[in-house]
C-alpha cells in the first residue's frame, strides 16, 4: 500500500485543519487505516484509526471529540479532520496501513507515509 499524506500547514490554537492520505496500490477492503503523530524528542504514538469495510473507528483518549476519521470509498482517501487545535497537537503527522481486521491492536502497521507537518501556535 503506497500512501501519501496531505493539508498539514501552520494554525492558530482552537483553528480546524483535515488532513488527507491518499492509499494505492491494493484493494483496500481488509485493510485498517490510522493515523499517528511524532513531536520532536517524543515516541510516535496512536491518534485515529478506521476500518475500510465496515468504517469502525477508534481513537485515542487526548483526541476523542475534536478529531474524526472517515473515509471516502471513491477517491481511496482517508481524512482526519481536526477541530480545535491545540498546541500539544502539533507534531509529523503520519498515515498508516495495515492488513487484517484487528482495529483494536494500535501496533502492527507496515505500511508509512512520509508525513504531514502540523503546526499549531498559541
Known amino acids: 500500500v503506497q500512501l501519501v499524506e496531505s493539508g498539514g500547514g501552520l494554525v492558530q490554537a482552537g483553528d480546524s485543519l483535515r488532513l488527507s492520505c491518499a492509499a494505492s496500490?491494493?484493494?483496500?477492503?481488509?485493510?485498517?487505516l490510522a493515523w499517528f503523530r511524532q513531536a520532536p524528542g517524543t515516541e510516535r504514538e496512536f491518534v485515529a484509526a478506521i476500518k475500510w469495510s465496515s468504517r469502525a473507528t477508534d481513537y485515542a483518549e487526548s483526541v476523542k471529540g475534536r478529531f474524526r476519521i472517515s473515509r471516502d470509498n471513491v477517491k481511496n482517501t482517508v481524512y482526519l479532520q481536526m477541530n480545535s487545535l491545540k498546541p500539544e497537537d502539533a507534531a509529523l503527522y503520519y498515515c498508516?496501513?495495515?492488513?487484517?481486521?484487528?482495529?483494536?491492536?494500535?501496533?502492527?502497521?507496515?505500511?508509512w507515509g512520509q508525513g504531514t507537518q502540523v503546526t499549531v501556535s498559541s
Open positions: 496500490g491494493r484493494s483496500l477492503s481488509n485493510v485498517i
Open positions: 498508516a496501513a495495515k492488513v487484517g481486521y484487528d482495529i483494536g491492536s494500535r501496533h502492527d502497521y507496515n505500511y
